[in-house]
């Protein structure tokens, strides 16, 4: 069960980055370019949401039930990697879904076409460098 979730979490994580990605993109030339919000904004803006939300309920199901890498101690904290993954992964990870969904939210209940680019730009680029960062300290790289 273990080796399920652990792999369809690691594959996710392209999907969730390379829908982020394309939303932080297409937010960006939007809001350059003085583009309409329009109905594919919002649907990939969604989808980024939705894929970064399905990622974190798998890494939850890893975290509290099947990571042996998981570990509720206080011998935890004096081990490099047991640290990471008990503690700074998934503070960073919901950290960043909570910016994605910051993001999405505000950016339903703004008017002007270039202030939703702009509020989705900024929230989903903050995600994506979180999340970075953080799977660099992984030590197992970002791809």
Known sequence: MYTFFKYLHSGLRY??????????IQ????????????ETNRKLNLFALISAHTQLLIGLILY???SPLVQFSGAAMKNATTRYWTV???TMMIIAVVLITIGYSRS???LLPEKKHFNIFIFYLS???IVIVTLIL???GVL
Do not use: M
């Open 15 to 24: 999907v969730v980055l390379i829908l982020v990605v394309f939303a932080t």
């Open 27 to 38: 937010a960006l030339l939007s809001w350059i370019g003085k583009k309409p919000y329009t």
């Open 64 to 66: 509290f039930f099947l």
């Open 88 to 90: 700074e992964h998934i």
């Open 108 to 110: 339903k209940k703004i």
């Open 127 to 129: 995600a994506i460098i």
């Open 138 to 140: 992984s030590h197992r």
